[in-house]
């Protein structure tokens, strides 16, 4: 069974920065392609940033420039580096492991990110 452990998330002031982490279990990791998604309340959930087991990068364009993804695949590990923080980005964010062949999806149980104005 997959499990996936999101850490890193807190309260920061506008500007400020965090690292989100998320620990695999299992031995899917190198082979999938990695997310974060956040959810604001009131809101759908989104994905933010992806990264295949390729190295391909993606953001949606509101965290282009400020957030970064990368991933260790030693350690089993994505992580979501978060600088310029905005209140908008508050949202409680989820990792996610996934791949189309063989179909799997994996989520974490999510972190809270709260930014204040």
């Known amino acids: 069974q997959v499990q996936l452990v999101e850490s890193g998330g807190g309260l920061v002031q506008a500007g400020g920065s965090l690292r989100l982490s998320c620990a695999a279990s299992?031995?899917?990791?190198?082979?999938?392609?990695m997310s974060w998604y956040r959810q604001a309340p009131g809101k759908q959930r989104e994905l933010v940033a992806d990264?295949?087991?390729?190295?391909?990068?993606n953001y949606i364009d509101s965290v282009k420039g400020r957030f970064t993804i990368s991933r260790d695949n030693a350690k089993n590990t994505v992580y979501l580096q978060m600088n310029s923080l905005k209140p908008e980005d508050t949202a409680v964010y989820y990792c996610?492991?996934?791949?189309?062949?063989?179909?799997?999806?994996?989520w974490g149980q999510g972190t809270q990110v709260t930014v204040s104005s």
């Open positions: 990264m295949t087991s390729a190295g391909r990068t």
């Open positions: 996610n492991a996934e791949r189309r062949f063989p179909r799997y999806e994996y």
């Open positions: 299992g031995s899917i990791f190198s082979f999938s392609t």
